[in-house]
């Protein structure tokens, strides 16, 4: 008796494995947002979202950005983020492996989770795509395909301040590449493009921060002078990088 059921066990645990196992390779379909999940919680491996290293030091962007927002966005805003997210998996037993698998499901999760998970998420990509300013770019087939969608890249940072600016309270203005077609849009709060409810769709590109925290200290009330100046620190070779 006591073998069958421990049989009925081994065998109940190999085929959540294998349902684990084959449902992670559908949410990198084209459409993430369309992928059913086999996922269940696992109590004792959770998966959690990391925080990715600062790729420069808190300094390195100022004048631009100036180090104390660097470090206090890092090291509170972020590390809450990430902290809020992964107690929340934990307490509502959520079944998902993958951050995409999470934000293809994010309008059936908590608040707490979906806006914990943005910001998780959202702040690694932003860090990326920052670095020291003296960088040159965009050039090669990234200015190539900005120029082809927007007219120039003055064009296109143009449109993409503008998405920035526009974004009434806090969110994020995103430049996308939706199935090989480039479009700028904004997020709300901490959502992004990979949201299954957000209306702009694709990967994305380059990310801007447009919550008060990220330029209150330096800008105030100044947004477009915190926009036209991170243009001197966007890491363009990362976000050629995302394109591909
Ligand atoms: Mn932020």
């Known amino acids: 008796m006591e073998n069958n059921s421990r049989r009925k066990f081994i065998s109940n645990t190999l085929t959540a494995t294998v349902a684990v196992a084959v449902g992670a390779?559908?949410?990198l379909n084209s459409n993430p947002?369309?992928?059913?999940?086999?996922?269940?919680f696992n109590p004792a491996e959770p998966f959690k979202f990391t925080q990715v290293p600062l790729p420069f030091k808190y300094a390195d962007l100022e004048p631009s950005i100036d180090a104390l927002t660097n470090e206090i966005h890092y090291t509170k805003h972020h590390t809450a983020y990430i902290k809020n997210v992964n107690d929340a998996i934990i307490a509502e037993k959520i079944p998902y492996t993958t951050e995409k698998e999470f934000f293809a499901n994010a309008s059936k999760l908590s608040a707490k989770a979906r806006n914990n998970a943005g910001g998780a998420w959202n702040h690694n990509f932003f860090w990326e795509s920052l670095k020291a300013p003296g960088a040159t770019g965009p050039d090669g087939k990234l200015k190539d395909a900005l120029t082809s969608a927007f007219g120039s890249v003055d064009k296109f940072k143009e449109e993409f301040g503008k998405a920035a600016l526009g974004r009434f309270g806090s969110g994020w203005a995103w430049l996308v590449n939706d199935g090989g077609k480039l479009k700028i849009g904004?997020?709300?709060?901490q959502d992004n493009p990979w949201f299954d409810n957000s209306e702009?769709?694709?990967t994305p590109l380059l990310g801007l921060d447009v919550w008060e925290h990220a330029y209150y200290l330096k800008y105030q009330n100044k947004r477009a002078d915190y926009i036209t100046n991170f243009w001197n620190v966007v890491n363009w070779e990362q976000v050629a990088k995302r394109l591909g």
């Open 186 to 189: 904004s997020t709300a709060n």
């Open 33 to 40: 947002a369309s992928a059913a999940t086999n996922s269940i």
């Open 200 to 202: 702009l769709k694709g």
């Open 25 to 27: 390779p559908l949410i």
